[in-house]
């Protein structure tokens, strides 16, 4: 078990369902840290409740999503033209293929979620973009979502593609196998993928993670893990600089510290 969390939680019960108003769901959470409307009060209040220990978390929602804007374009700069955004979340612009494709108009996106209400907002997002696809798709299942994948979308697995696991996997418990699943993921991909996470970590004010704990058996449920333990998800690939650091470092070097930390990495197949 992780420090930081309080006991197993029941797969069933960490699965959004689309019409339990009384659920916590982590998606609705971060998309209320990002100034968003489409969140519940359950999921206000427990946003509310962190706000309320670490202000600044509002901030690190959007370090955390420049870092994974930033590593589209590294990706992108570097010739990748397919994308796939697991655990990709309510839509929130600019958005993957938005950044991905001002670098190469041609690019293809295809954003995962296991949340169906998610998956619907995705949706209506991608009603009129070309080659942009949306997923119903739990990475908790890799075989499934990798099937989809292949059998669903227009991604050829025979070229490079970017992953982006932004935020996604300290919703992993260890017995659900985080390291297999990106390693499912992994030996798909050709030599010159991408891979990029964003993951909260237990070096993380003690006061935070305790707060983090109110989240048991529910979908916001978090198992942090240490830095050593984020880059052990790299295994097959060589880590670009500056290596797993919290996710400002990546964006300017006089960025603020957050008591709440999240480290990001990006790594690239050889």
């Not at 108009?105 to 954003?111: G, H, K, L, N």
């Not at 993928?193 to 993380?204: E, K, N, Q, R, T």
């Not at 295994?235 to 400002?248: C, K, N, R, T």
Request: proline share 7%; charged share 25%.
């Amino acid at each position: 078990m992780v420090e930081g969390t309080k006991g197993p939680a029941s797969e069933n019960n960490r699965t959004p369902q689309p019409f339990n108003p009384g659920q916590l769901n982590s998606a609705k959470v971060y998309d209320y840290l990002l100034g968003g409307k489409d969140n519940r009060e359950i999921d206000r209040d427990m946003a509310d409740e962190m706000l309320s220990h670490a202000p600044e978390l509002k901030t690190l929602a959007w370090f955390t999503r420049s870092f994974m804007l930033k590593a589209v374009e590294m990706a992108a700069a570097a010739g990748i033209r397919q994308f796939v955004d697991l655990g990709s979340g309510i839509p929130s612009s600019p958005n993957v293929h938005e950044v991905a494709r001002k670098i190469e108009p041609s690019a293809r996106v295809v954003y995962v979620d296991y949340d169906p209400v998610v998956h619907a907002h995705c949706d209506a997002l991608l009603a009129k973009p070309r080659d942009v696809t949306a997923l119903l798709g739990d990475i908790r299942r890799p075989d499934d979502v990798i099937d989809q994948l292949k059998n669903h979308t227009l991604i050829d697995f025979n070229e490079p593609v970017a992953i982006t696991l932004i935020g996604v996997l300290h919703y992993v418990m260890d017995s659900e196998h985080p390291a297999e699943i990106v390693a499912a993921f992994r030996d798909q991909l050709a030599p010159g993928s991408y891979l990029a996470i964003g993951h909260g970590s237990l070096d993380s004010d003690p006061e935070i993670l305790e707060v983090l704990t109110g989240t048991n058996d529910s979908s916001a449920q978090v198992a942090f893990r240490s830095t050593a333990q984020t880059e052990a998800f790299f295994a097959g690939f060589e880590l670009l600089e500056p290596g797993v650091v919290p996710v400002q470092q990546w964006l300017h070097p006089d960025l603020p510290e957050t008591r709440m930390v999240m480290l990001g990495a990006i790594g690239r197949k050889p």
